[in-house]
């Protein structure tokens, strides 16, 4: 590592002002970034008033936090595709992993390429570092799309929520959607035929390693079953390890637990919303028991789809949801009955976490404005008291 960081000191002064190379400035800063954590805060407007911890550190506890769900969606990738296939012996844990491997790269790779293609070129324009949250949202992206999500797609809709859901804002520290679930948005609204259906779920290359391909095989999802009103073939076992169809990242309940105790321990995401989320979301699948689902008990629903996902990785967004500690509860809370309740009572929209956090990030900063004005007339009380 020292002779990385010593070529980067000798290559800094062509990329710095005045330099052969100033021109990929901000590139080369980005580049610095990924090996080495800067020993000056992060200039970008707005973030440091969201979160007293730098930015550029918390993002990689953010990737940390993220490695069981990556590497469970991996190997569930190839798990998939062998029961599609018919394999068994052959088709043996590590073979499994490395199918996945080989299905998920090329959606990082792109996620990646587009978003901080845009963001590079955009902060070169504006002689500006690199915005670094894209490093977060460039690991969520291909982590909440279907396997069979095509490339081009992924990239179109990179390019659109790096646009219009982040930089037209401002940048890091100044949106108030959140780009990864607007990357889902558009991919649902635009194209729903590549989010919806069974075939999705499923890799559709299927090369059997004995027979040769495999057409026409399908499996629908536990949501997607209950959208239909067919009784869910999963079992509980089943939604809370993440051996099922669904989106890549967001099948294993307990590596994305795994992901939140990490985030809670280093400070990165806050336990009230989390906590909140869940509650307000057992509350509203308790009580709302529907025909056709009597075998879905309630605290079922916190473990398929992407419900534990977007509870720990995409509501805890320090940038777009509730800052006020006690806000958080309310934010939270809201959010967890808004997802159960476009689950249970709108069959056309089986996963409902997106909606609900894209709706509660539109009145996080009206949650707080109520909050912090309720604290300010107290005050203003107490001092006309005296």
Not at 345 to 357: T, Y
């Amino acid at each position: 590592m020292a002779f990385i960081k010593n070529m980067l000191d000798k290559m800094k002064p062509t990329f710095s002002e005045g330099g052969k190379l100033s021109a990929f400035g901000s590139l080369f800063d980005a580049a610095e970034t990924f090996f080495y954590v800067p020993s000056e805060t992060a200039k970008v407007r707005g973030a440091q008033i969201h979160d007293a911890i730098d930015s550029k550190r918390s993002i990689f506890f953010v990737v940390i936090a993220l490695i069981p769900a990556i590497l469970f969606g991996m190997w569930n990738i190839g798990y998939q595709h062998s029961l599609a296939v018919g394999c068994t012996e052959e088709c043996c844990l590590l073979n499994q992993f490395l199918y996945g491997l080989a299905v998920m790269l090329p959606k990082i790779v792109v996620s990646y390429a587009v978003g901080l293609g845009i963001e590079v070129a955009i902060a070169q324009w504006k002689k500006e570092e690199v915005h670094e949250g894209f490093f977060v949202t460039g690991m969520l992206i291909p982590l909440i799309v279907p396997v069979n999500c095509p490339l081009w797609i992924i990239a179109i809709a990179t390019a659109f929520a790096v646009i219009f859901a982040k930089e037209v804002f401002g940048g890091t520290g100044m949106n108030i959607f959140n780009p990864a679930l607007v990357t889902r948005a558009f991919l649902f609204f635009a194209y729903p035929a590549m989010m919806s259906g069974d075939k999705v779920w499923v890799n559709a290359e299927y090369m059997d390693c004995i027979n040769g391909t495999v057409d026409g095989y399908s499996q629908a999802t536990p949501l997607g079953q209950l959208a239909a009103g067919e009784p869910v073939s999963y079992s509980a076992m089943d939604t809370i390890i993440g051996t099922i169809p669904g989106s890549i990242g967001e099948t294993s309940f307990i590596a994305i637990m795994i992901g939140a105790v990490i985030l809670i321990w280093a400070g990165i995401a806050s336990w009230k919303i989390i906590l909140s989320t869940f509650a307000g979301g057992a509350l509203m699948a308790f009580l709302l028991r529907y025909d056709g689902a009597q075998n879905f008990e309630w605290w079922e629903q916190l473990t398929v789809g992407g419900f534990a996902f977007g509870a720990v990785f995409m509501a805890t967004d320090p940038v777009t949801g509730c800052r006020v500690e006690a806000g958080k509860w309310i934010y939270g809370f809201l959010i967890g009955v808004m997802a159960i309740i476009i689950r249970v009572l709108n069959p056309g929209f089986p996963e409902g976490m997106m909606l609900a956090i894209l709706l509660m990030n539109v009145f996080a900063p009206l949650i707080d404005y109520c909050f912090v004005q309720a604290n300010i007339n107290k005050r203003l009380k107490r001092a006309k008291v005296k």
